[in-house]
């Protein structure tokens, strides 16, 4: 089977996540009229993966229902969307792809939007499962409406969504997290305590500074010896998926795909967004990944416009990201932005336990995070105030 000739070469995205559906539309609304193909290695449709976690027992799953766009979307558009198949190389010096159906297509730009893969240590068996795709939380949910005791390996924001699913259907819920506090990634440690509360009062047992010393689908043994029983799921983070650009010889690094701050990478006509990607961290400089449903979306917008920068020998815009996230557990709203870990002060306006709270983290008098607990206004007010300063500074 034969592709694209190098004649009506246009734009390959490669990753039918967040970022790379998005970028392929917004190729197509800023008037690119070339071809655009984007390729997806699983089945059905691109849908939204933020629906898996947000409540897995009690969320519809199907693909209509989780759907990121309407069936007729991508031929509407023209858009040729190819599931089930996987790139296996890519030639830079061709500017061709090479896909596991024997297909080959050229492309004038290729976007990386390969998303991340579960972290799976040596103690977890293989038959433990990770959410990451819908397959995974249909799994999931199988397997706990059969054992209704939930074992979740990680305190971050997937496995705290996992438990607050599972107890608010009445199930059993444990988490185990091998740091001292929940969601220490991402939250000041005064939200952390609130939403330890939260869980514990719901019904949770939280296990932290609790090490799992092994782990398969039905039981998770603690460093200290104790030994639970029930479905085992593990939410220990993602790292980025890279083995294709490496493969290639797209330079690559912890963070990702090593991308200048238009998201494009050192080899001319490739760009890469997403999971995948380690754009450059405003405040510091130096790479750092997103991993959040909202950064996919900027980065698929901003890697379309760099693109279409290049392909009319344009200079591209830096593109200048305040991070964004939220979670919702018991019905709480929890939105974060910017860098509310960040070494600073914390000021707290309003009642963290009445779930109704600002929680701002200052540097030097300038606000560079905020967490907010029912208040997502004041979220995007903060957010606002943040890219403000920064772009400033750009």
């Known amino acids: 089977m034969?592709?694209?000739?190098?004649?009506?070469?246009?734009?390959?995205?490669?990753?039918?996540?967040?970022?790379?559906?998005?970028?392929?539309?917004?190729?197509?609304?800023?008037?690119y009229d070339g071809p655009v193909t984007l390729i997806g290695a699983e089945p059905g449709t691109p849908y939204r993966r933020t629906a898996l976690s947000k409540d897995l027992l009690g969320a519809d799953l199907s693909e209509s229902r989780i759907a990121l766009q309407k069936p007729d979307f991508w031929a509407s558009r023209g858009i040729d969307i190819r599931t089930r198949v996987s790139v296996t190389a890519i030639d830079t010096a061709a500017r061709t792809v090479a896909l596991d159906d024997g297909t080959r297509l050229d492309y004038r730009a290729l976007v990386l939007a390969t998303g991340g893969r579960p972290i799976r240590p040596s103690w977890l068996a293989a038959d433990v499962p990770a959410l990451r795709t819908r397959d995974d939380a249909i799994a999931i949910r199988d397997g706990l409406n059969d054992s209704q005791r939930l074992v979740v390996i990680g305190g971050g924001l997937i496995g705290l969504e996992l438990a607050a699913s599972a107890a608010a259907h009445g199930m059993s819920a444990t988490v185990v997290e091998a740091g001292g506090r929940v969601a220490?990634?991402?939250?000041?440690?005064?939200?952390?305590?609130?939403?330890?509360?939260?869980?514990?009062?719901?019904?949770?047992?939280?296990?932290l500074g609790s090490a799992a010393h092994s782990a398969t689908s039905e039981r998770v043994q603690l460093s200290g010896g104790a030994e639970l029983a029930g479905t085992v799921v593990a939410a220990i983070g993602a790292s980025p998926e890279v083995a294709l650009a490496a493969a290639a010889g797209v330079p690559t690094g912890p963070a990702g795909i090593v991308v200048d701050s238009t998201l494009a990478t050192e080899v001319p006509g490739v760009f890469a967004a997403g999971d995948a990607a380690g754009p450059p961290d405003l405040r510091t400089g130096r790479p750092a990944r997103g991993e959040h449903w909202f950064g996919a979306t900027d980065q698929g917008r901003?890697?379309?416009?760099?693109?279409?920068?290049?392909?009319?020998?344009?200079?591209?815009?830096?593109?200048?990201?305040?991070?964004?996230?939220?979670?919702?557990?018991?019905?709480?709203?929890?939105?974060?932005?910017?860098?509310?870990?960040?070494?600073?002060?914390?000021?707290?306006?309003?009642?963290?336990?009445?779930?109704?709270?600002?929680v701002r983290t200052v540097v030097d008098g300038e606000l560079v995070g905020a967490v907010t607990i029912g208040r997502a206004a004041v979220a995007r007010a903060c957010r606002s105030e943040i890219a403000a300063a920064l772009v400033s500074k750009v």
């Open 184 to 207: 220490s990634r991402v939250m000041p440690a005064v939200v952390s305590d609130y939403l330890q509360r939260l869980h514990e009062g719901n019904g949770v047992r939280l296990h």
């Open 302 to 358: 901003a890697v379309a416009q760099s693109v279409l920068a290049g392909l009319r020998g344009e200079p591209a815009a830096p593109f200048v990201e305040v991070p964004r996230a939220w979670t919702v557990q018991y019905g709480v709203n929890v939105q974060m932005v910017g860098w509310p870990t960040a070494e600073g002060e914390v000021e707290l306006d309003g009642s963290i336990d009445d779930a109704d709270a600002t």
């Open 2 to 31: 034969t592709g694209q000739t190098a004649s009506d070469a246009g734009v390959v995205v490669v990753g039918a996540g967040t970022a790379g559906v998005t970028a392929a539309a917004t190729l197509r609304a800023e008037g």
